[in-house]
């Protein structure tokens, strides 16, 4: 496996999860596409950032199946599931389903994804709160991984050593 898909599994998860990391593990705060992104960290705090997120990976991937695995015990397909939590989002679920059974087996499937992210956020903020990284300073780095070319630049060659 290289580093980038090995990272990817880390930062580009399912929409739920992808939410789960900011919204929920941080709390319900906001970041303004204008709010400064710090890019001076120490190679401690990136190497423990890293450290951190390559823990994560298994727990991720166990959420990720664990939830596949719920929506298609349903009987629905993934990618129909995340079409009816997209319409239920833009509060349109009976005009893309009409059929009530399917809302039914959405609606089921859906909780049972909302219990397990629930079980991956404790999870996740226990690894990070047993890491040497603050939450907040475990955000402004993921922030920062986010939006900065540099940031993200150092730390896939740290995470490029790590994996070899």
């Known amino acids: 496996m290289n580093y980038s898909s090995l990272f990817s599994k880390v930062f580009t998860l399912s929409i739920v999860l992808s939410a789960l990391m900011i919204t929920s593990v941080f709390g319900q705060q906001a970041f303004p596409p204008q709010m400064e992104i710090n890019e001076d960290f120490t190679d401690k705090e990136l190497k423990e950032f890293v450290k951190i997120n390559v823990e994560l990976i298994p727990i991720q991937e166990k959420g990720q199946e664990d939830m596949l695995k719920a929506i298609e015990k349903e009987g629905l397909k993934v990618e129909r599931f995340q079409e009816l939590a997209q319409a239920q989002q833009a509060g349109k679920l009976t005009e893309v389903s009409g059929d009530p ?4 087996k959405f609606s089921q499937a859906g909780q049972k994804v909302l219990d397990t992210q629930q079980e991956v956020q404790l999870k996740v903020q226990e690894q990070i709160v047993k890491s040497e990284l603050s939450e907040e300073k475990f955000q402004e780095i993921y922030m920062a991984y986010s939006q900065s070319e ?5 730390i896939d060659k740290m995470i490029a050593k790590e994996v070899d």
């Open 101 to 104: 059974e399917e809302i039914a």
């Open 150 to 154: 540099k940031v993200k630049s150092k």
